[in-house]
């Protein structure tokens, strides 16, 4: 079965503080996809980034970065230095392997994260 | 990446009544997707729509309460059949790109649905 569990459901910081968005999956493929998404309070989905299996590089984008294990099915995202912009749901999401029905992404339970100023 | 149009962004519906949702892509893409996002809840994937034939529905849904259409490559429907208060929730439209090595999805802005 795959699965995407991000078991924090809320989290609140206040500004400048980093922050980590935990993120667990399961699958039984050894070809899958992960995904981070944003969605602010406006409600559209932002994409943050995408990651294949087949490459452990983690990834650092501005005040962003992500850390994927797969020793621990894990694709964990930081935000260093918090602003209040960042509040919003994130959202870790899943697509197996190679066409058909393994097109489609499964999501996580989503994080709020809420930025105090 | 591909840019989505859906529209309305959000309306105010009576019970029994239905609503057509609509998603236009700015380029062909290989995927298009709907999902129902409850208040407060993560993305369901509804189904996914495909060009020309019909949608392949998820569990817990079925066509005659989400009818779908995809007539091409760049533009999709879906329709919220006999609304009632349970079916209040956002939709939101998915464009799926497709290549060799990569996959990339899109969504639209949402449609935020309230039925009284």
């Known amino acids: 079965a795959q699965k995407v569990t991000q078991a924090q459901t809320e989290i609140s910081v206040v500004e400048k503080e980093d922050v980590t968005l935990d993120c667990v999956y399961e699958t039984r493929d050894t070809t899958y996809y992960l995904f981070w998404y944003k969605q602010p309070p406006s409600g559209e989905l932002v994409f943050l980034i995408r990651r294949n299996s087949f490459d452990e590089q983690n990834e650092i984008s501005g005040r962003y970065s992500w850390n994927f294990q797969k020793s621990t099915s894990s694709f964990n995202f930081t935000i260093t230095a918090s602003q209040v912009v960042d509040s919003a749901v994130y959202f870790c999401?899943?697509?197996?392997?190679?066409?058909?029905?393994?097109?489609?992404?499964?999501f996580g339970t989503g994080t709020l994260l809420a930025v105090q100023p | 990446s591909a840019v989505i149009s859906q529209k309305p962004s959000r309306d105010i519906c009576q019970r029994g009544t239905s609503l057509t949702i609509q998603c236009q892509v700015d380029?062909?893409?290989?995927?298009m997707f709907w999902y129902r996002q409850q208040p407060g809840q993560s993305l369901t994937l509804i189904a996914t729509a495909n060009q020309g034939s019909e949608a392949t529905y998820e569990s817990g849904f079925v066509i005659d309460k989400f009818p779908i259409s995809r007539p091409n490559l760049t533009f999709s429907t879906l329709t919220v059949s006999n609304m009632s208060p349970e079916d209040s929730s956002i939709y939101l439209c998915?464009?799926?790109?497709?290549?060799?090595?990569?996959?990339?999805?899109?969504f639209g802005s949402g449609t935020r649905l309230t039925v009284v």
């Open positions: 380029s062909q893409v290989t995927m």
């Open positions: 998915s464009a799926g790109l497709v290549a060799v090595t990569n996959y990339g999805y899109t």
């Open positions: 999401a899943l697509k197996q392997g190679y066409g058909g029905a393994t097109n489609k992404l499964i």
